[in-house]
C-alpha cells in the first residue's frame, strides 16, 4: 500500500510538471529556413505590435520582390533597457576589434574612452577621439540591423555614439521627408534624422491613464486632467509608477512635465513686461532654472505617490484598469487599446486616457539602422 502511494505521488508530480509544457505555445523564435531572409529587429513594444508589423512587413515584402522573409524579433524590456543591451554589445564586439584586428591593449582607459565616445569627438589627440575615430570608420555590429521604439532620446543618444549610421532612405526616398508628406519637425519634435540614422515610424502622445469608477469610490470628486493632478495628496499610495531608468516612455512624459514648468515659469517672469533681449535672455534662465526645481519637485510628489515602482510599461495598464491602482502614466496606444478592449468585451468605460492640459505634444516613435548591420538592403526596405 505504501508503495502504491508513493508511486501514485510521482504520477501526480509528473502531471503537475509535465502538462504545462504539452500544451505550451509553440516556441516563437525564428529557424532559419534556406533561401529565406532573416532582418533582426530589437524592440521595447509589445507582442500584439511585432505581430502586427511583422505580418504587414512579410506582406509587402512579398508583393514588392516575391521572396519570403523572417522578422526575428528580440525583446530585452524598456526602451532604456534596449539601449544598455546594445550599448554592451558593441562595447565587447569593438573591444575584439581593437585588440585583434588594431593590435591595441583593451584596458579600463580604453573601456571609459569608448563609453565616452560621440560624433563631437572625433578631433584631437586624445584617447576618446582615438577610440570614436576607429569606431566611427569601422563596421562593427552588434548582431541586429534595427532598433525599432526605444525613445526620441535614446535614438539620438545611439546615433552621437555612431550605433546607428544612415541607411540611404533619405537620399533615396525624398518625396517621403518634405512638408507635405514627412516634415522635418512637428510640435517641437525631430520626425527624422538630418543624414537618415532613424526616422520616425509613428507619433504618439503620453499622458495619464485612470480609472474613474475606482477614483470615485475612493471619495476622489475629481479626475487627473494635468501632471499636478497626480501630484496631490489625494493620490498618496495610489498611482502605478514606471522607473524612468527603464522606460523611455515615462522618460519622456517626465521630459514634457519640465517642458511645461519652465514654460509657465517662462510665462510669469514675463507677464506684463517690456523686456530687451538682454532682459528676455536673463528671464529665460531664470525660467529655465526654476523651471527645472518646479519640475522636480512635482517628479518627488508624483512618485511618492506611487503604490509601487515597477521597469514595465504596461503593468500600470493592467492596474489601473482593475482597479488596484486609481491612476498612472502611460503611452496613448497602450491606453486607448485598453479602453477599447474594455468597452468593446462589456461596455465599461472606467478605464480613461487623456493627455495632460498643457503639458503633452505628440512624440515619433523611431526607428533606426545599426552599424555592422547584416542584411542593410533588407532592413531599409523594413524602414521604407
Not at 475612493?218 to 496631490?232: E, N, Q
Not at 522607473?243 to 517662462?266: G, I, N, R, W, Y
Not at 513686461?273 to 534662465?285: F, G, M, P, V
Amino acid at each position: 500500500m505504501f508503495e502504491a502511494k508513493k508511486f501514485l505521488i510521482v504520477i501526480l508530480v509528473a502531471a503537475v510538471v509535465g502538462v504545462p509544457f504539452v500544451f505550451r505555445e509553440k516556441n516563437s523564435s525564428v529557424i532559419p529556413v534556406h533561401g529565406v531572409e532573416t532582418l533582426v529587429v530589437i524592440t521595447p513594444h509589445n507582442e500584439s505590435l511585432r505581430r502586427e508589423y511583422g505580418a504587414g512587413f512579410k506582406k509587402w515584402y512579398k508583393a514588392k520582390t516575391g521572396k519570403e522573409v523572417n522578422v526575428d524579433w528580440r525583446y530585452h524590456g524598456g526602451g532604456r533597457d534596449v539601449a544598455r543591451y546594445v550599448e554592451s554589445v558593441y562595447a565587447n564586439n569593438f573591444r575584439l576589434h581593437w585588440t585583434e584586428n588594431l593590435h591595441r591593449e583593451w584596458n579600463s582607459s580604453a573601456a571609459a574612452a569608448f563609453s565616452a565616445r560621440s560624433e563631437k569627438m572625433l578631433d584631437g589627440d586624445s584617447l576618446v577621439a582615438e577610440v570614436s575615430r576607429e569606431f566611427f570608420k569601422s563596421n562593427v555590429g552588434c548582431g541586429i540591423d534595427i532598433m525599432f521604439g526605444a525613445g526620441l532620446v535614446e535614438s539620438e543618444i545611439q546615433a552621437s555614439k555612431g550605433n546607428l549610421v544612415p541607411c540611404g532612405l533619405l537620399q533615396e526616398r525624398p518625396d517621403l521627408f518634405t512638408d507635405d508628406t514627412i516634415p522635418e519637425t512637428f510640435a517641437g519634435s525631430r520626425l527624422w534624422d538630418r543624414v537618415g540614422r532613424w526616422f520616425g515610424s509613428a507619433l504618439s502622445s503620453f499622458g495619464i491613464i485612470y480609472n474613474s469608477e475606482a477614483i470615485l469610490e475612493d471619495g476622489i470628486t475629481f479626475f487627473p486632467r494635468t501632471w499636478d493632478d497626480l501630484g496631490r495628496q489625494e493620490f498618496f499610495g495610489k498611482l502605478a509608477i514606471v522607473d524612468p531608468t527603464k522606460s523611455s516612455s515615462v522618460l519622456k512624459a517626465f521630459d514634457m512635465l519640465t517642458q511645461q514648468k519652465m514654460q509657465e515659469c517662462f510665462r510669469g517672469v514675463t507677464c506684463g513686461t517690456d523686456a530687451d533681449d538682454s532682459q528676455a535672455k536673463a528671464h529665460e534662465e531664470a525660467a529655465i532654472g526654476q523651471g527645472w526645481l518646479e519640475a522636480l519637485k512635482l517628479m518627488q510628489r508624483i512618485i511618492a505617490n506611487g503604490r509601487y515602482f515597477t521597469d514595465s510599461a504596461t503593468r500600470p495598464v493592467v492596474d489601473v484598469s482593475a482597479g488596484n491602482c486609481l491612476a498612472g502614466i502611460a503611452v496613448d496606444f497602450y491606453g486607448f487599446s485598453e479602453a477599447q478592449h474594455l468597452e468593446d468585451r462589456g461596455g465599461s468605460k472606467r478605464f480613461r486616457f487623456c493627455m495632460p492640459i498643457g503639458g503633452g505634444a505628440p512624440s515619433p516613435d523611431p526607428i533606426g539602422f545599426f552599424r555592422g548591420s547584416q542584411s542593410p538592403q533588407l532592413a531599409k526596405d523594413f524602414i521604407e
